[in-house]
C-alpha cells in the first residue's frame, strides 16, 4: 500500500531492500528497514549460527542454500 501511496521514493527503497536481501547485506537491509533501531535490536538478540543467515530461516536460508549448490554445480 504505501508503494501506491509514496510513489518512486517507496519503490526505489523497496527495490534498494530486496537488492540487500538477494546480497545478505544486513547493514543495507538495517538501512532501509522501516526502524533501523527496532532492526539492529531484534537482530542482536537472535541467536545466529552464521552472520550471514537471519532468524528466520537460519541455515535453512533458501539463497546461501542456492548459492552453495549453484558453487558446486559449476565447479
Known amino acids: 500500500a504505501d508503494i501506491v501511496r509514496l510513489g ?3 519503490s526505489l527503497k523497496d ?3 530486496a ?3 538477494a546480497n545478505l547485506d544486513w547493514k543495507r537491509q538495517i538501512e532501509n ?9 531484534i537482530r542482536g538478540r537472535t ?12 541455515e535453512y536460508c533458501a ?5 552453495e549448490a549453484l558453487k558446486v554445480q559449476c565447479l
Open 8 to 10: 518512486d521514493k517507496a
Open 33 to 41: 528497514s522501516v526502524d533501523p533501531e527496532k532492526a539492529i535490536k
Open 19 to 21: 537488492k540487500a536481501r
Open 47 to 58: 541467536k545466529l549460527k552464521s552472520p550471514e543467515t537471519c532468524s528466520m530461516c537460519s
Open 63 to 67: 539463497i546461501k542454500m542456492l548459492r
Open 15 to 17: 527495490l534498494e531492500m
